[in-house]
Every structure is written in structure tokens, then in C-alpha cells.
């Protein structure tokens, strides 16, 4: 057994196949991955791992477990799933999932694969545990899958209060001893039990608090929307493989960034933290549909247009478009008057929040500084948007707002 001090859920007792598998290779590959990528450019001390949050996500599950009374095999193969279940994550986290899933076709929890052939599943096979199993349950499969991945998961509850507690921002503050003592399994669905609506509402709340001012912070998309050029151009280049850069780390990028002509002038400006800036930063509602379901093609295509209307070479635009806001937990299951129910027909705060989501959604340009003027003007010019409406001048005091502050 190992006990490690953690700085949020205190001493963590890891044992059984946990145990075994801490030190094996892709564990302790999630050490030299961020789990907020770039957030950092924002908050300094944003600097914790996906290996700190598995161990949380383990402590979590092993908590849900004991109150729900799963033990024995079945109970190990979820423990083993929560220490793994970010395994499959590409170097600095979700910033360039998007490019190995269009490459493929692997999102971060497809994890079959790298659960094969090596010490994992060695460790695993040991421990009578079927890898196959273990990686069914870190896709969210069967009901006690949803542990580890679903709308209720330990996944959302550790990351919450690991990343407020990071980046020193109070929102992500949620009571994690009652959701996962009040977490019951009904008809095969994970469920909070009777008298829970306010507590499946604080982990709603605490994300939607979250998304602007951490997770969607200006400053943060534009430092992922630079990695995320580079890193295609990489792989368009056929520079990496993307089955290689699915097992990348954050110094293994950073250095192939570095070291590849075309892609080097971007690893110099996030090394200085010599970013883009906004050049547009648009409302949903000033937004066509066709821009904002546009596909990657489209994007490009986008990009190309205001590069060759602004006189600029195309590295320096970047089309920023986000998907359409959803709130995955608004379909967290409650019990109330002995039946469960949808959170989002019990609880008045699931419009709110859902509105608020589409207030707080912005499309962004981002172009070198010396640069927005003409990119701005270009984007009017080529996507039909209003400008005047669409930039946020903070240095002016304009509509200075928490999701603005830290500004370059």
C-alpha cells in the first residue's frame, strides 16, 4: 500500500492493482502533462498534472464504492479504471484532442488500445482483471461505468475543485464527501438519492462558474488556438505521426514545435508568452449558423479568406469558433418523491444557466498585434460580422467583465 499526500483530498491510500500500477509508463507519463494546458499563461500556479487528478479520481471512485457496497473484483476493476482513465490524453490535455480524433479517430477515452501489449495490461492480467473491462468502464460503459465517466462522474467532481483550487478561483468549490455519499444505482443508472436536486445543482453551477473565467478564458483560447496550429502543422507535414503524438508529453511537443522550421516561430511566442491578440471577439447572436457549425474545412477555408483580404500570410489568423455551449450535467438523474427525475425538470437553475452559456460564447480571431486592425476589418469584410459590436477594448475600461481581467 502507498499513502500520498495530496493537496486536495488530503492522504490518498492506494492499494491493490492501483498500487501495481502507479509506476507503469503511461501513469507516469500524465506527471509531464498539465491538466490545464495552457491556463497557465493566466493563472501561474495552474501547473498540476493529470497524474495528481487521477489519483483524486481513484480516491473519489474508491469513496462512491464504498458507499454504494461494491467489492471484490468488480469494485477493483473500477479503481483501476478511475487511475487510468486519462491514459489516452494527448500533451497539454484536451488543447489538441481535436486533431488526433479527425486522424484517428481515438477520442481521449478510447483507451483499448493502449491498454494492450504492455505493462498495463501485464499488471492487470496479474491482478485477474480483464483489460478489455477496465477500458469498457473508462469509457463509461454499464452502471458503474458512469463512475468514472457519465453526468455524475468523480472525473468532473476531482477536476472542479483540483483546478479552482490551482488557479486560486473559488467557483469550482463543490461538497465532493456528499455527492459521492449520496450517489445510488437505480434501473442501471447512477443516480443521486432522494433530497439531492441542490447538490446535483452545485456541480452544475460550479462548472457553468468555471467555464468563463478558467476554462474559457480569452487568454487561455488564444495560447490552445497557437499549440493547436502548430501541432497540425506537425502533422499535415507528416513531421509526427499522430499516433506518436498520441503518446507525446508536454516537453515532447513543445521541443518538436521548436525544433521544426515552420512551427518554430510559435513555439518562440508561447515560450515568451508573446501571444496573438483578438482582433474580433463575437457574440453567438452577431454569428451565422454557417460559421458556427462549420466544420474544419470550412474553418480553414474561413482563414484563408481574411488572410487574403488583410494582406497577411494565413499563419497569422486564426479562426476561433467553439461549439454550441450544452450542459451535459443539466441530464444528472435525481431522486425526488421516490422517482428519479432529469435534473433539468427539477431545477429552475438549468435555464438560467444554459442562456448564460450562449451570453458568455465567443467566436475569436486572433492575429500578432500588429496585425487586428487589418484582420478585424478583414472578418467584416469576409464573414459578414459587425465589428463595431464585436471588440472588447478592457485597456479603455470598456465592459470590463471577471472573464476579461488578466487581458494582453
Not at 502533462?33 to 491556463?39: D, P, S, Y
Not at 463595431?388 to 475600461?397: E, Q, S, T, Y
Amino acid at each position: 500500500m502507498n499513502t500520498i499526500k495530496d493537496s486536495v483530498h488530503d492522504h490518498i491510500a492506494v492499494t491493490g492493482v492501483a498500487d501495481e500500477l502507479l509506476d507503469t509508463p503511461p501513469l507516469q507519463r500524465l506527471r509531464r502533462i498539465k491538466q490545464l494546458g495552457t491556463a497557465s499563461f493566466v493563472y501561474p500556479s495552474a501547473n498540476h498534472t493529470r497524474f495528481e487528478h487521477s489519483l483524486g479520481v481513484y480516491h473519489l471512485a474508491n469513496e462512491a464504492l464504498g458507499h454504494l457496497g461494491v467489492e471484490g473484483r468488480q469494485a477493483e476493476r473500477v479503481r483501476a479504471a478511475a487511475l487510468l482513465h486519462d491514459v489516452g490524453h494527448t500533451p497539454f490535455s484536451h488543447n489538441v484532442e481535436e486533431i488526433i480524433e479527425r486522424h484517428t479517430g481515438k477520442a481521449h477515452d478510447d483507451v483499448h488500445d493502449l491498454l494492450e501489449g504492455g505493462e498495463v495490461e501485464h499488471v492487470l492480467i496479474r491482478n485477474d482483471l480483464d483489460p478489455g473491462k477496465v477500458a469498457d468502464l473508462i469509457a463509461g460503459e454499464g452502471e458503474l461505468g458512469q463512475i468514472v465517466s457519465g453526468e455524475l462522474d468523480v472525473d468532473r467532481m476531482d477536476y472542479l475543485v483540483r483546478d479552482a483550487h490551482h488557479t486560486g478561483v473559488p467557483y469550482g468549490t463543490i461538497d465532493t464527501g456528499r455527492l459521492t455519499r449520496e450517489l445510488r444505482v437505480v434501473g442501471g443508472e447512477l443516480v443521486l438519492g432522494e433530497g439531492n436536486v441542490q447538490t446535483a445543482e452545485s456541480l452544475l453551477l460550479a462548472r457553468a462558474l468555471m467555464n468563463p473565467v478558467v476554462y474559457n478564458h480569452h487568454v487561455a483560447r488564444i495560447s490552445k488556438a497557437m499549440l493547436r496550429r502548430a501541432t497540425e502543422r506537425l502533422v499535415d507535414d507528416g513531421e509526427v505521426a499522430p499516433q506518436r503524438l498520441r503518446r507525446m508529453d508536454d516537453a515532447d511537443l513543445t521541443v518538436a514545435i521548436r525544433n521544426y522550421g515552420p512551427t518554430a516561430e510559435y513555439a518562440r511566442r508561447l515560450a515568451e508568452r508573446d501571444l496573438y491578440k483578438r482582433a474580433v471577439w463575437a457574440e453567438m447572436a452577431d454569428v451565422p449558423d454557417d460559421i458556427i457549425d462549420a466544420d474544419h474545412d470550412d474553418i480553414e477555408a474561413f482563414e484563408r479568406d481574411i488572410a487574403d483580404a488583410a494582406g497577411v500570410d494565413v499563419a497569422e489568423v486564426i479562426l476561433d469558433v467553439p461549439s454550441r455551449p450544452t450542459i451535459k450535467e443539466s441530464s444528472s438523474r435525481v431522486v425526488v418523491n421516490g422517482e428519479v427525475r432529469s435534473l433539468a425538470t427539477q431545477s429552475t437553475l438549468v435555464g438560467a444557466l444554459r442562456q448564460a452559456s450562449e451570453e458568455q460564447w465567443r467566436l475569436g480571431v486572433y492575429a500578432p498585434s500588429e496585425h487586428t486592425d487589418a484582420v478585424g476589418n478583414a472578418v467584416k469584410r469576409t464573414l459578414g460580422l459587425e465589428l463595431d459590436a464585436l471588440v472588447v477594448d478592457v485597456r479603455k475600461g470598456v465592459h470590463q467583465t471577471l472573464d476579461e481581467f488578466n487581458d494582453d
